[in-house]
Nanobody
C-alpha cells in the first residue's frame, strides 16, 4: 500500500520560508516522478514542481527561482523548499507520485499573510 505523508505546512508572513516534506512508503521515490501540487482557494489544483527518476526538475514560472524540489533517496522523502513566500502562495500543498500508478498525499496547508 502506497502512502505519501506531507508535513511542514504552517502560517508565515510574506518573504518568509517553509520546507515541506513528503515521506513515502510502499514506493521508492527514486524510481518514479514525484511532484508537488497546490490548490489555492477557489482555484484548480496546479503543479508547482516535479522531479523525475533521472532527476530532471522543472517549475512553472510562478514559482521558479523561489521554490526548490529535492529528493533524499535514503530517507525515501521528497522536499519542497519555498522561499520568499507571497500571499498568493496560500494553498493546500499536495505530494504526488506517478509511476505505474498515481498516488496523492492528504495535503498540508500553507498560509501566507501579514
Amino acid at each position: 500500500q502506497v502512502q505519501l505523508v506531507e508535513s511542514g505546512g504552517g502560517s508565515v508572513q510574506p518573504g518568509e520560508s517553509l520546507r515541506l516534506s513528503c515521506a513515502a512508503s510502499g514506493i521508492e521515490v527514486r524510481w518514479v516522478t514525484m511532484s508537488w501540487y497546490r490548490q489555492r482557494p477557489g482555484k484548480e489544483r496546479e503543479i508547482v514542481a516535479f522531479i523525475t527518476a533521472g532527476r530532471t526538475i522543472d517549475y512553472p514560472s510562478a514559482v521558479k527561482g523561489r521554490f526548490t524540489i529535492s529528493r533524499d533517496d535514503a530517507q525515501n522523502t521528497v522536499y519542497l523548499q519555498m522561499n520568499d513566500l507571497r500571499p498568493d502562495d496560500t494553498a493546500v500543498y499536495y505530494c504526488n507520485s506517478r509511476g505505474s500508478s498515481t498516488h496523492w498525499g492528504q495535503g498540508t496547508q500553507v498560509s501566507v499573510s501579514s
